[in-house]
């Protein structure tokens, strides 16, 4: 977008120019496209990217219609930091970031469409009967000293305690980001020597054993074998446990070795599953698990990593 | 550039009425404070100093609402409203929130530990959350209730939609991360908070388009602007009734009417109670603040494209409320429900459109905002080794164990259910009475039906507690220190005096009646 | 009706009703007569057991010392002129509600003066007698609290400046008798009369209770001032229903038939209290309400008609059934059924015999306290026994009681110049002088019941004091202990002399005039006074004499023998109890059960119908409430988009 | 051709956006759909701004981009916290509180 055609849309006063339809018609669909794009791909990350696309569409939008500083606030925070950010927590989140294509909630997906659809004709309908005929004043008197300044303007004074009032906005978002990720640290900092005194009395001086070992997958889900054939659990990173029962698949970690491997155990397993596996994403209180509603039967999960064992 | 420079010297500095304002920089600059203790104070200490900042601003801010009493001005370059409604709201809000925030402060129930979690990034039943000391509280509580109250301030206050939708933020946000942070129960508390935060930013998309439309049909969104726009104008106005009907959504989204409730129940429950409380009775009254200044000042003049509308929500707040709150099991889910009920009640008053209407609404919110963070305060106390027993059938025949807890809570329900002698029924009455001279005398019979059916099961609660044979294993009741047991007397205290002789606030809140345009 | 009435009574807003002076220096003491007893029995009632050895003597305090407030008033309002004897004294605001306003006030005026001495007088000589009656008793304390609230609630109820707070009173002695009658709760036969006693009063209540809303519909108030004041203006229709209403209220707390059932069982309670609330005191009550609301009785012929029908047929009944019980208490019980009844037909004469009643009220309330108490003595001398048939010679073992007694009993059948001849003579003539069939009939009824009363009462005295002793074996009569004797003599001095007092020079009708207004002497008199005064003692002599003949001369069957039917009717209450069972609890027990019927089919079909739908919607729309977010989110969008729409139409 | 087109537009992305909410399982990606709701909001109030001839629904817009970023801020922390213990964002899993 060049200064050229910005001044160029700018002279349009109350009709749009050539420039903005051909405009129009090339942005809309790319914008409601992407949209589509965001509530109908399967991956979250390419829902992500295509609202990016559609953030990027506006902001050339917003430049069509003389909303420089705008154009250029949506691009570097919306589209730059905002959608980054959103980015970045999928992919924090990205282990399952597809949606399964099983809508379980009946009658959900044709109302959703069904009301989206009508809705989009009600406002439709309801803009087009307020604004059909109406004249668009344009904004050459408003920008005469630049789109910025005049903005810069109202901000200062008209929308002053609006302004200063976001500053408690951001302040809670920082402080609620922080209360909800900072771990404050108890107790003293370890030093290498006191971590060393504490693995040697921990009763265990040598390394944990590493996941797969002896076994017959080497995923990080599947427990190394101890010499008398049963399963180490410790091999397992609590968190790759945590994980998998978390998503609701029955790990193999807590599975007697047997089942794995299909041979006899020779000897009887230790109940190690009530000790370090059970997982830690639960209070330590009894906890009333509602039973699932009937419309909801547990998901199928796609078992990626450990159902090759 | 020199141009730049040039114009930029055209700015006039906007004025602004810090004396006036102060009620509100109070508690923002309080909570401001509170930020600055959470990193500069050590850790010992930090309970002790937020939880006397907290109160000590609000107690502040309460003062400078009462030195205020009686103006009637625009502030902020217009965007801010110092009248009466505003006022007094705001003078609600800080009592209300003053019992909150010494709910919030209780540490004597939990063996040492407050409602709070220790420490919200520990996972739940990790090792890191077991380390902690039982007596760590998630300190940051507290700026964050003091953002959201200088939120739910300034909402109703709020002259144009712009700061009303800053504000809604401003109150909203610290409750999305509130609701998530209760010590036990914590997988409940955190589905709360992801709820209410996705509903709650759906509801303001709504709100949103709703402002930009009516932007677009007046051209300002400066309430007055709105109202002298609506008068007189020959323009065909879908604009106007579509962006109102998205701002209402909206609105009644925050205080919970049907069909935009659903997330009440839910948040209520999962929610750690004292943030429930603070939630119920603050966020009902500011949102209520800002309902009746949006639809009086800015659209009173088109209330007869607003009020079917709102007959129809009245209507079905109110029955489906009463109705599933019959069947409920948890008490602070019946609360909840109870809630929605009272929403719908409270919107008759707002249908009313007249003075009366405004001064009865008024009273009703305060009212009920006390009874509710009463009850939800004695919710607190009835406890088993799990945290707070919340089920119903645990709370059988509390009265024969610990008659006092019991009678209060029932006295509360009483109130809630509008029982003569309680406020509630003065609230009641008030709003009702103010609808039938504003012509909505159906709604008021379908109100009166209603509140028969509520009182089902409030006395269903009382009569479980007193005329059932305790469980064997039933909760015990906890000792409170005297943050919550403040709090219970003060929400006693309000509930009997205005029940017993409400006038004085029904006048106050008559003087306080008109609104500035 | 009523609207065009009040509207008038607005125009008038100054009705020519005489508004009492308000209190002022002693007279700001009226309210201190209700409210010392009223202390007392707060005292009793709440202090607990520490309070059992002196709690009597609060008691006896408290009334002595309303008694003493009663006389220092009495002779205040004597320093006032006639028409400025009625001191109001407005107490507080009672029911401040918005066109529903209550002022709660007292009216001190000759007529409640009376009353006020009678209660507190007599109440207190009472109160001294039970300190020896009850000496024995373990529960002292508490009977003496109930004495004390009884005495509160009695000075209300005829203090009341309006019908309202009348009624109060009118329920606290409900109230304090149920308690009383009640009193021996280990009784089986003492708990169901306090019960009887409690329920026929309900239905008379009813009756006061309809004619004060309908007063208050009618007039917008419920003052006396207001009612009598502007029953003028007021159509004769809805006077006679107030009057008959009112009638109805009387006649359940005055023992009146239909609803004189209760007082005869009311016998089981002690006997102070037999002698205070069911002779002199709370029995006439019906009497008070009927004279103080004169002024609508006036206006209301048929009302009127219907008190003196009911006095006539209840004075009769007393007089029978006073001919055949056996039990001392109840003959006396009878005939106290019997003198109200003559109180009740005096009063239904209107202003003619409004005194008179009010002076049969209090020369009964003298004699037949005095009698009761006497009764109490024999009774406790005879270890509690109440049955005539074993008694007998008492007059030599009991002198002073005897004396008490007979001097009370001369008083009764009306032998000059006891205190009776000067009232009973005064309503036979008064009947006499109503004129008409209905004057003769009445007036022949009372003068026939003179003679029966003399009868029965003389039986008594024959069948206690004379003939041989029939005690049971082991009995050892004596003479009761001053503190009871004492007061018997007080009120035996009272039978003698209260009558004639209060007649010479006609000082209580004058006393009373600015009340009740001037007895008329209507038209001329049917029979000359002179003449009707020798038929009646002529009539009273030929009772005494029947009495002594049957009974004084023959010796006493301990068993009671077979008699005739009349006998047999007026020993069973004249089927009293059997007709309220035939004509009202059969019908109201079908009645019941078939509205328990209905309420459990048809009412309660539909509330717990009405519950189930609603619990059963509650149940399904509950479901709605998935958890889902996306399910909330759906409902929102839809409601949105619902709003929106509506919003639309009703723009187009 | 009028800027109504550009409302259109933004009445169809809100539109979008919405039943996007209802769609979506994953919390982050319904986050989005709202993120897509505001953004149209903001077309809306630029076109208005047109139409109208000042700045005021520049302005406004403006707002709403920062209020959006302290909303996103807030909201991916709540949602990353539940994914933390539940090892899932999948809002479909969070549904013990019902009825």
Redesign the interface.
């Known amino acids: 977008m060049t200064s050229l055609t910005l001044n160029s849309l700018a002279l349009a006063a109350s ?2 120019s050539t420039a ?2 051909v405009g ?1 018609w090339i942005l ?1 669909p790319i ?2 496209l992407g ?2 794009g ?3 791909a399967r991956s ?1 990350v390419h ?2 990217l295509l ?1 990016g696309l ?2 990027l569409s ?1 902001g050339v ?2 430049g069509v ?3 420089q ?2 154009m250029f ?2 691009l570097i ?2 589209a730059g ?2 959608m980054s ?2 980015l970045f ?2 992919m ?2 990205g282990i ?2 597809s ?2 294509l099983v809508e ?2 009946r009658a ?2 044709p ?3 069904l ?6 004709v ?11 005929g ?6 050459e ?3 005469a ?3 910025v ?15 200063e ?2 500053s ?17 640290k ?2 003293p900092k370890l030093t290498q020597k006191m971590m060393m005194q504490e693995r040697v009395r921990g009763g265990r001086p040598s390394p944990l054993p590493g996941p797969g070992v002896f076994a017959r997958s080497n995923a990080v889900g599947t427990p190394a074998l101890l010499p008398d054939g049963t399963a180490a659990s410790e091999s397992v990173s609590p968190s790759v446990a ?2 998998l ?3 609701g698949v029955e790990s193999v970690v807590g599975r007697h070795p047997a089942t794995i491997d299909a041979q006899p155990a020779p000897v009887e397993p230790e109940s190690f599953e009530a000790e370090s596996f059970q997982p ?8 009333e ?2 039973p ?2 009937p ?2 039967p547990p ?1 199928p999960e796609p078992a990626t990593t450990e159902e090759d064992a | 550039m020199s141009a730049i420079v040039a114009a930029a010297g055209d700015i006039t500095a906007p004025s602004i009425e810090y004396g006036a304002l102060a009620p509100m920089l109070i508690v923002f600059g309080a909570a401001l404070l509170g930020v600055l203790v959470e990193a500069f104070v050590p850790v010992a200490h930090r309970f002790a100093a937020q939880v006397g900042l907290a109160i000590t601003a609000i107690v502040a801010a309460f003062v400078g609402v009462v030195v205020l009493a009686g103006s009637h001005s625009v502030l902020a370059e217009g965007a801010v409203a110092n009248d009466g409604p505003a006022l007094f709201i705001e003078g609600t809000v800080l009592a209300l929130g003053l019992a909150s925030i010494l709910l919030l402060a209780e540490r004597s129930l939990d063996a040492g530990g407050s409602a709070l979690v220790a420490q919200a990034a520990a996972l739940p039943g990790s090792a890191a959350e077991r380390a902690q000391p039982s007596d760590a509280v998630q300190t940051e509580a507290f700026p964050l209730a003091l953002f959201a109250l200088g939120g739910m301030m300034l909402f109703p206050a709020a002259n144009d939609l712009l700061t009303m939708f800053v504000a809604l933020e401003v109150l909203s946000l610290p409750l999305y991360l509130l609701c998530g942070l209760a010590r036990r129960r914590r997988l409940l508390s955190q589905e709360a908070a992801v709820k209410y935060f996705l509903l709650g930013a759906f509801s303001s998309a709504f709100f949103l388009y709703g402002l930009a439309l009516l932007y677009g049909y007046a051209g300002t969104v400066r309430l007055s602007g709105i109202a002298d726009a609506t008068r007189g104008s020959t323009k065909s106005d879908g604009l106007l009734v579509i962006g109102l009907a998205l701002l209402a959504v909206g609105l009644l989204f925050k205080l919970s009417a049907v069909p935009f409730h659903s997330w009440t129940p839910d948040v209520y429950q999962g929610a750690p109670t004292p943030v429930t409380a603070f939630m119920a009775a603050g966020t009902k009254v500011a949102a209520f603040g800002a309902l009746l200044r949006v639809l009086y000042v800015g659209f009173a003049d088109v209330r007869w494209d607003w009020r079917p509308m709102m007959w129809i929500i009245a209507i079905a707040t109110m029955v489906v409320g009463a109705v599933l709150a019959v069947t409920q099991t948890d008490i602070k889910r019946m609360l909840a429900y109870s809630s929605v009920a009272h929403a719908g009640f409270l919107l008759t008053g707002v249908i009313a459109a007249n003075k009366e209407g405004l001064s009865g609404t008024l009273f009703y919110l305060l009212a009920y905002g006390f009874t509710t963070i009463g009850a939800f305060a004695i919710v607190t106390l009835v406890r088993d080794a799990g945290g707070e027993a919340t089920h119903l059938s645990r709370w059988q025949g509390l009265g024969r164990r610990s008659p006092l807890v019991a009678g209060a809570f029932a006295f509360f329900l009483l109130a809630l259910a509008g029982i003569p002698l309680t406020s509630g029924f003065a609230g009641k009455f008030a709003v009702f009475a103010a609808a039938i001279k504003g012509g909505a005398t159906p709604l008021v019979v379908v109100g009166v039906l209603t509140s028969a059916i509520a009182a089902f099961f409030y006395v269903k609660v009382i009569v479980l507690m007193f005329f059932s044979e305790p469980a064997a294993d039933g909760p015990t009741v906890a000792i409170p220190s005297p943050f919550t047991a403040a709090a219970v007397a003060l929400g006693l205290a309000v509930t009997v005096v205005l029940g017993v002789m409400p006038q004085p606030l029904l006048d106050l809140a008559q003087q306080a009646a008109p609104f500035v345009r | 009706m009523s609207v065009l009435a009040s509207q008038a009574l607005a125009q008038l807003a100054a009705a020519p009703a005489p508004s009492p002076v308000p209190a002022s220096g002693s007279f700001s003491l009226t309210v201190w007569l209700v409210l010392l007893p009223l202390i007392g029995a707060a005292v009793l009632l709440l202090s607990g057991r520490r309070a059992d050895p002196w709690g009597h003597l609060v008691g006896v305090a408290a009334s002595v010392a309303s008694f003493l407030v009663a006389v220092v008033l009495f002779f205040s309002l004597q320093g006032h002129a006639g028409d400025e004897r009625s001191i109001g004294q407005h107490l507080f605001s009672w029911v401040p509600v918005a066109g529903f306003h209550v002022d709660a006030g007292l009216l001190l005026d000759p007529l409640s003066m009376a009353f006020v001495l009678l209660i507190t007088g007599v109440g207190s000589l009472i109160h001294i007698y039970s300190v020896g009656y009850m000496s024995h008793d373990a529960g002292r304390r508490r009977f003496f609290g109930y004495l004390n609230l009884f005495v509160a609630a009695m000075l209300l109820l005829v203090l009341a400046d309006g019908y309202l707070l009348l009624y109060v009173g009118w329920e606290g002695v409900g109230l304090a008798s149920y308690l009383l009658i009640g009193f021996w709760t280990f009784k089986p036969t003492a708990a169901t009369a306090a019960k009887k006693a409690f329920v026929v009063n309900r239905v008379g209540d009813v009756g006061l209770g309809l004619a004060i809303m309908l007063m208050f519909a009618t007039f917008g108030t419920t003052s006396f001032v207001g009612v009598l004041g502007n029953a003028d203006f007021v159509s004769s229709g809805t006077l006679t229903a107030i009057g008959l209403l009112l009638l109805l209220g009387a006649c359940g707390k005055s023992a009146q038939a239909p609803l004189q059932t209760w007082l005869l069982d009311a016998m089981e309670g002690p006997t102070p209290v037999s002698a205070l609330i069911h002779a002199a005191t709370m029995v006439t009550a019906g009497v008070y309400l009927v004279v103080r609301s004169g002024p609508i009785f006036d206006l209301a012929p048929d009302a009127r008609l219907a008190v003196t029908i009911v006095g006539a047929v209840t004075l009769s009944m007393g007089a029978l059934i006073g001919c055949a019980k056996d039990d001392i208490k109840k003959v006396l019980a009878a005939s106290t059924m019997s003198q109200i009844g003559y109180m009740v037909l005096a009063a239904g004469l209107g202003p003619a015999g409004y005194a008179i009643a009010i002076l049969h009220l209090l020369t009964h309330g003298f004699f037949k306290a005095g009698m009761f108490l006497g009764a109490g003595s024999v009774m406790h001398a005879l270890d509690d026994e109440v049955d005539m048939r074993r008694y007998g010679g008492l007059r030599k073992v009991m002198p002073i009681t005897f004396v008490t007694f007979g001097l009370g009993y001369l008083a009764i059948i009306g032998l000059p110049p006891f205190s009776g001849f000067f009232s009973k003579d005064k309503i036979i003539e008064a009947a006499f002088d109503k004129g008409g069939t209905s004057g003769w009939v009445l007036g022949t009824t009372a003068l026939v019941a003179a003679g029966v009363t003399a009868f029965y009462m003389t039986r008594l005295m024959a069948m206690t004091f004379f003939g041989e002793a029939r005690w049971a074996k082991g009995a050892h009569p004596h003479e009761a202990p001053s503190v009871m004797t004492a007061p018997m003599v007080v009120l035996a001095i009272g039978s003698v002399c209260a009558g004639g007092l209060l007649v010479l020079g006609g000082s209580l009708q004058n006393w009373l005039e600015p009340v009740v207004g001037q007895s008329v002497e209507v038209g001329a008199h049917t029979i000359s006074p002179t003449v009707l005064t020798l038929i009646t003692l002529l009539v009273v002599g030929g009772g005494v004499a029947g009495g002594w003949v049957v009974f004084g001369r023959r010796s006493i069957p301990v068993t009671a023998p077979a008699a005739g039917p009349l006998v047999v009717a007026a020993r069973r209450d004249l089927y009293g109890d059997a007709a309220n069972e035939a004509l009202l609890m059969r019908p109201g027990q079908w009645l019941t059960r078939w509205l328990v019927w209905f309420d459990g089919r048809g009412v309660d079909g539909f509330v717990n119908g009405l519950a189930a739908t609603i619990g059963g919607g509650s149940a399904r729309l509950r479901r709605w409430q998935t958890g889902f977010v996306r399910s909330y989110a759906l409902s929102m969008f839809g409601g949105a988009a619902l709003v929106v729409a509506a919003v639309l139409v009703v723009r187009l | 051709m009028s800027p109504d087109w550009w409302l259109y537009l933004s009445a169809a992305l809100f539109s979008v956006g919405a039943a996007g909410v209802l769609l979506r399982r994953n919390a982050i990606v319904v986050f989005m759909c709202v993120e897509l709701m505001l953004n149209a909001v903001n077309l809306t109030l630029v076109t208005f701004s047109r139409i109208n001839g000042d700045l005021d629904g520049q302005i406004i817009a403006f707002f709403v981009m920062v209020v959006a970023a302290a909303e996103v801020v807030v909201g991916l922390a709540i949602i990353v916290t539940i994914f933390r213990t539940r090892r899932t964002a999948s809002l479909d899993e969070a549904n013990l509180l019902k009825y």
């Not at chain 1, 830690?280 to 906890?287: N, R, S």
């Open positions: 009709h749009m903005e339809t129009f809309a914008a409601l949209a589509l965001v509530i109908f979250a829902a992500g609202l559609v953030m506006l939008v917003y219609q003389d909303a500083f705008l606030v949506q925070v919306y930091a905002v950010l959103f927590v999928l924090l989140v399952d970031s949606d399964s379980t909630l959900q997906r109302l959703a469409l009301l989206g659809l009508g809705f989009a009600l406002l439709v309908a309801g803009i087009a009967d307020a604004t059909t109406t004249t668009s004043a344009g904004l008197e408003a920008n000293d630049g789109n300044l005049g903005l810069a303007k109202l901000l200062f004074t008209r929308y002053v305690f609006a302004f009032l976001t408690a906005l951001l302040i809670t978002a920082a402080l609620g980001a922080m209360v909800l990720t900072h771990r404050e108890i107790g945590q994980t029962a978390g998503r830690e994403t639960f209070e330590a209180e009894p906890f698990w509602a699932s509603s419309e909801s998901e």
